[in-house]
Every structure is written in C-alpha cells, then in structure tokens.
C-alpha cells in the first residue's frame, strides 16, 4: 500500500473516532422520553409531562419536557410532600441536566424553597428505594 494510501486511511479513522466519540457525549436536544431512576428519586416521562417520586415526596411534571442543546430543562408543576393526602395547592421547580446517559435532577418545593438535589438518575431504570407509609 502507497505511503499517500495509509496516511489517508489514518486521517479517515482519526476523524470517524473523533465523530463517534462526540456524538456519544453530546447532550440530547429536544424532548426527554424514558424512565429515569436513582437510588434517591424516580422520572416517568409520558405524553403529558413527568411523574417525579422520592422516597416520601410525589410530584408531577406539567407538559413535555424539552431539552435544550446543552440538555438542560426548567419545569413546574404539582408537589405532595410527605406521607399525607395530596394538596393541589403545593407546587415545585424542577431542574435538570442530562448528560452521558445521566440525568441530574433538583427540585425545589413551595412555599418554603426546600431543595432536593441534585439528585442523579440513571435512564431506563426501575425505582428500587423504599417509600414511606
């Protein structure tokens, strides 16, 4: 094989490495999809938005969760802290990251402004914490 020939491979290899490498890391762009979970909190994403679960919370994402090109996302909707009846009237901020197959949530609860967080999240994985009674 021609010196010329092998060089041109190497750069062609070098570049498909380099193309692969970023597109695996890239942040996604665009709605969140999947089941999310983690030692500590749990994401189901569907048509309407995200049910959130902790280990004594519940929450509720309200509409679709875009992400966007540094797979970021700001959302709000419903918050039931605790073991006790659900209240309406308790709303949280949810932020979150995903990056390298890893979603970072927080949440921030009304009226108070406790945080939760960050709290990691694994795609495609099953709550396995314990909830409270």
């Known amino acids: 094989m021609s010196r010329g020939r092998t060089a041109a491979r190497a750069g062609l290899l070098a570049l498909t490495t380099v193309a692969c490498a970023s597109h695996a890391t890239a942040p996604p762009a665009g709605p969140l999809t999947g089941a999310w979970a983690g030692p500590e909190a749990a994401l189901t994403v569907d048509a309407d938005g995200a049910r959130v679960e902790l280990v004594c919370a519940d929450g509720r994402i309200d509409g ?6 540094a797979g970021r996302f700001a959302a709000s909707g419903p918050w ?6 659900p209240n309406d009237g308790l709303r949280a901020r ?8 890893r979603l970072q949530l927080t949440i921030v ?4 402004d406790r945080t939760y967080g960050p709290l990691e999240l694994l795609r495609d994985r ?3 914490f314990p909830r409270c009674q």
């Not at 039931?80 to 009846?85: E, F, L, T």
């Not at 949810?94 to 197959?101: A, F, K, L």
């Open 94 to 101: 949810y932020e979150g990251r995903v990056r390298d197959g």
């Open 80 to 85: 039931w802290p605790g073991p006790v009846p």
């Open 64 to 69: 679709p969760i875009e992400l966007d090109e």
């Open 126 to 128: 099953e709550p396995t």
């Open 109 to 112: 609860a009304e009226p108070d």
